[in-house]
């Protein structure tokens, strides 16, 4: 059974940074896409970066140039740096996991990020 365990979140201040991570058990790390969604109150989730099993990495254009997505294939860890934090980026933050194979998906459980000062 895939499990995802999220942390990192937390309260910080506008322009300072954050890095969640995502680690998984329960299957081979190589043969995940990882995804880091994001849902504000009051809105849908969201996309906001992915990386593909041979480090592609993509991202949403309103966290492109802050935010950095990465992986780690020995310690079965997906990351998501975020620098110069906004406001509008709080959120609860949500780690995806797609088998390539078969497209299954797996969540997390969601880590809060506040911005606020």
């Known amino acids: 059974q895939v499990q995802l365990v999220e942390s990192g979140g937390g309260l910080v201040q506008p322009g300072e940074s954050l890095r969640l991570s995502c680690a998984v058990s329960?299957?081979?790390?190589?043969?995940?896409?990882m995804n880091w969604y994001r849902q504000a109150p009051g809105k849908q989730r969201e996309l906001v970066a992915t990386?593909?099993?041979?480090?592609?990495?993509n991202y949403a254009d309103s966290v492109k140039g802050r935010f950095t997505i990465s992986r780690d294939n020995v310690k079965n860890t997906a990351y998501l740096q975020m620098n110069s934090l906004k406001p509008e980026d709080t959120a609860v933050y949500y780690c995806?996991?797609?088998?390539?194979?078969?497209?299954?998906?797996?969540w997390g459980q969601g880590t809060q990020v506040t911005v606020s000062s």
């Open positions: 990386i593909t099993t041979t480090g592609m990495e």
């Open positions: 995806n996991a797609v088998r390539y194979y078969d497209q299954a998906s797996t």
């Open positions: 329960g299957i081979s790390f190589r043969v995940l896409r």
